[in-house]
């Protein structure tokens, strides 16, 4: 599986496991995942200090915020953070990222119907 890694103040790997799955049921109540986050940018260092954790027992939720904070324009951008939080997320939990459909419009000419014999 691929490793997520976040650039703080060392190379951070993300994991989202059962215990990364509790703190964020502990944090966010019994939510479906994909309404974690999602709408709350505030929720972010939450996020990913769940996933973080796991290698640093001394991390606190505000600790992963000033890193975070102290690494955007240098090492990537707020939403390049959230992007690689999130594809950890859902990688781990083995959900696959869901792209909305758009419907193509015709190019030309519409459809014709073909004639019964």
Known sequence: MKDYILNLDKPRKLKFGYK?????????????FADIGIKNIDDMP???????????PDLTVEK???????????????????TIIISALAAHMGVKPVKKKTKKQPKGKTPTKKKEK
Do not use: P, Y
Request: charged share 35%.
């Open 46 to 56: 939450v996020i990913a200090w769940c996933g973080l954790v796991w290698e640093d």
């Open 64 to 82: 992963v915020e000033e890193l975070l904070d102290e690494k955007i324009s240098d090492e990537f951008t707020v939403v390049g953070s959230m």
């Open 20 to 32: 990364a799955s509790r703190l964020m049921r502990e944090k966010f109540g019994n939510k479906d």
